[in-house]
């Protein structure tokens, strides 16, 4: 029991020695010291916002047509008797040339017949002129025998009066002067119908005039001239080949112009189309299309490592948008598509070729401008004036292939982030880094 109270006595004293030196300890150490972090900014690619005089571009690709294709439809029938040499598909042949002859003496005999026929109905005519002539001669002198006639039968009325002829002499003289009044209204009759006789014949007449006419035509129609200057594309016939009526028997394009349909979104054909004019649809036809709408052409072409150009013009929009796509077709039109050719560096614009088409819009001053890669959605970030980092909402008008036009939530100067920024936070610290060779590209791309 001793030994356990001698050990409790001892611990209180070494608590307490504890105690004193851990507030000592404290009060002597020195405070902890703080450490400051600096803020590290984050380097960025910038542009300043240029203000430029955009022209609005939109390339398209498209299918080469010719703007006119011919048919040439048997409008008689017969063998071929003829063919042009070079009637072959893909043959050039100048407006005019004979392409083909279907044997034309069937057509030849028909015009002979149609002659001969009109020669005889202009004999009868003439016969019934001289038979109208005889029968008014005729007639005259009939009349001057029924006034004989007339006197006669009173001559002998009175011989009656005083019985110096029977009555049977008096009758006879009756019946002489019916017969003479007779023959002269059958003259008169005759006359009467010579008239309907000349009409009759001048009816048929014009009809045989109508069967030559028609066989003449025919005639014509079995030589098939090139209606201009053209490239085959069909040849559907052989030589003594027989052609029914209403087959085909050659196609052409011609080469004068060429088109290419391009489709386009109508939002993207708006993008281009800043014109105020107004026009109605009965106008359309003596309007300018491309000059209406503002708009201008150019088809292009890489030929090998050659970019082939032609100009070109906006001629007009196609009936109805495409059910599938729901884009609008624009047709466009170049003249002399053959011109100029050079073998391996400048080809022709043949039908089918794929091209490209470049439509201009009318210039647009004082526009401000941002290349695409510095569009997020609606926003943009803006490097402030203390060099922190703002999200800003823009208003976007036309879009190009490599920029966008700002029409609001931008100033002309101000800096706007083009790097792909990982972590964006509002307010962060940036190091802006003038990109000059993506501002040189934005404005080559706008005035190219």
Excluded: C
Excluded at 21 to 34: D, F
Excluded at 116 to 127: F, K, Y
Excluded at 345 to 369: A, H, I, M, W, Y
């Amino acid at each position: 029991m001793k030994n356990t109270r001698l050990m409790r006595l001892l611990i209180f004293p070494a608590i307490l020695i504890g105690v004193v030196v851990l507030l000592l300890l404290v009060r002597n150490s020195a405070k902890p010291v703080r450490l400051v972090v600096a803020e590290e900014a984050t380097a960025v690619r910038v542009i300043s916002v240029p203000e430029v005089t955009v022209v609005p571009r939109l390339m398209a690709t498209g299918n080469v047509a010719p703007s006119r294709v011919w048919s040439s439809i048997a409008q008689v029938s017969g063998k071929v008797s003829a063919l042009h040499p070079r009637l072959k598909r893909g043959a050039l042949i100048n407006e005019g040339e004979v392409l083909l002859q279907i044997d034309p003496r069937d057509f030849e005999l028909a015009i002979t017949q149609a002659e001969t026929g009109l020669e005889a109905i202009r004999v009868q005519l003439a016969q019934v002129d001289v038979e109208e002539a005889n029968t008014e001669a005729l007639l005259e002198i009939e009349q001057q025998d029924l006034a004989l006639a007339r006197s006669e039968l009173q001559r002998k009325q009175k011989m009656l009066q005083q019985n110096s002829i029977s009555q049977s002499e008096h009758g006879k003289e009756q019946r002489s002067l019916l017969a003479q009044q007779k023959r002269v209204q059958t003259l008169i009759n005759s006359i009467k119908l010579y008239p309907v006789e000349r009409r009759r014949l001048a009816a048929e007449l014009e009809k045989q005039q109508a069967q030559l006419d028609n066989a003449r035509l025919s005639l014509e129609r079995t030589t098939i001239r090139m209606p201009f200057n053209g490239r085959i594309a069909e040849v559907k016939i052989e030589l003594q080949q027989f052609v029914a009526l209403g087959s085909l028997m050659v196609v052409a394009d011609g080469i004068d112009k060429a088109e290419v349909a391009v489709q386009l979104p109508m939002s993207r054909l708006g993008s281009l189309i800043h014109s105020e004019a107004v026009f109605n649809s009965d106008e359309a036809g003596s309007t300018d299309l491309g000059e209406l709408l503002g708009l201008s052409a150019r088809v292009l072409l890489q030929q090998n490592e050659h970019l082939v150009e032609w100009d070109a013009r906006v001629a007009r929009l196609t009936e109805a948008l495409d059910p599938r796509t729901r884009t609008v077709g624009i047709i466009i039109e170049v003249d002399r598509p053959y011109a100029q050719v050079q073998p391996g560096r400048r080809p022709p614009l043949v039908k089918g070729l794929f091209v490209d088409v470049l439509l201009s819009g009318q210039p647009q001053e004082k526009r401000r401008v941002i290349p695409l890669s510095a569009l997020h959605g609606q926003q943009v970030f803006v490097v402030t004036a203390d060099q922190r980092l703002q999200h800003r909402e823009v208003t976007i008008g036309s879009r190009g292939a490599d920029y966008v036009i700002v029409t609001s939530g931008l100033q002309t100067g101000e800096q706007v982030v083009i790097s792909d920024l990982i972590a964006v936070v509002e307010g962060m610290l940036l190091k802006p880094v003038a990109d000059e060779a993506t501002l040189q590209q934005l404005l080559s791309s706008i005035h190219e």
